[in-house]
């Protein structure tokens, strides 16, 4: 979604050049090694390790980090036992998070903790509207497209918030210095979004091969 071409396939593949692990002492011809360890046990296949995808967002203006971002794997493999739901609440006349996120598939609690009464809808996409939430309710929404919606209420024109439905599982939030990880990815290689509110999102190919990969982001109007 939203790719930009220009920006599509550059990736950058730093490798981790950080061996935390030192090098394994030359093995000693064992004479007798009684208890040896299967090397797999039941049926279970074994897992590929996991690494991380790092990195950073770079915005122009540098401002619209203010609120953070996301970064998502387009094509990412569902994780099952994730946590497939986010809360945005309603709170001191504000949505709480600003920016929520959800993978395509999981729910959105809508809450309210103000002893007012606020109504959650958004015209972006289907255009859903979830009616008036009283103090203390609460009311849950699925998602199961990847998109973007801005969040608002009808009752109280300032109030903004962003809900990114992930295509994956794997995301991650971008703090306001734009730094991000995505961890316990599948080596391979991904088509990865940065998301920022109000900036053209960019989506770039990531190898990751071994603990880390690192890439870098900048993201314009
Ligand atoms: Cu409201």
Not at 28 to 51: E, F, I, N, R
Not at 181 to 208: E, F, M, N, S
Request: proline share 11%.
């Amino acid at each position: 979604m939203n790719v930009r071409p220009l920006f599509t396939m550059i990736a950058i593949l730093a490798g981790s050049a950080c061996a935390k692990a030192p090098p394994a002492p030359p093995l000693s011809p064992a004479k007798a090694s009684p208890p040896t360890a299967p090397a797999t046990v039941g049926a279970t296949a074994p897992q590929p390790a996991l690494g991380s995808i790092v990195g950073t967002i770079a915005t122009n203006p540098w401002r619209a980090m203010k609120g953070g971002g996301v970064v998502y794997l387009e094509d990412g493999p569902q994780d099952t036992g994730v946590p497939l739901s986010a809360t945005l609440d309603n709170h001191d006349m504000a949505f709480v998070p600003s920016i929520a996120v959800v993978a395509a598939g999981g729910s959105v609690i809508f809450t309210n903790t103000d002893p007012v009464t606020h109504n959650v809808f958004s015209p972006d996409g289907e255009k859903w509207d979830l009616g008036q939430i009283p103090q203390r309710g609460s009311v849950v929404k699925r998602f199961e497209r990847p998109g973007v919606y801005s969040v608002l209420c009808n009752m109280h024109p300032g109030m903004l918030a962003y809900l990114v439905v992930s295509p994956s599982s794997h995301f991650a939030r971008a703090a306001e210095d734009g730094s991000f990880v995505i961890k316990d990815v599948p080596p391979g290689t991904y088509h990865v979004t940065a998301w920022v509110p109000r900036l053209k999102p960019v989506t770039q190919a990531v190898t990751l091969g071994g603990a880390e990969t690192d890439v870098r982001f900048a993201l314009e109007r």
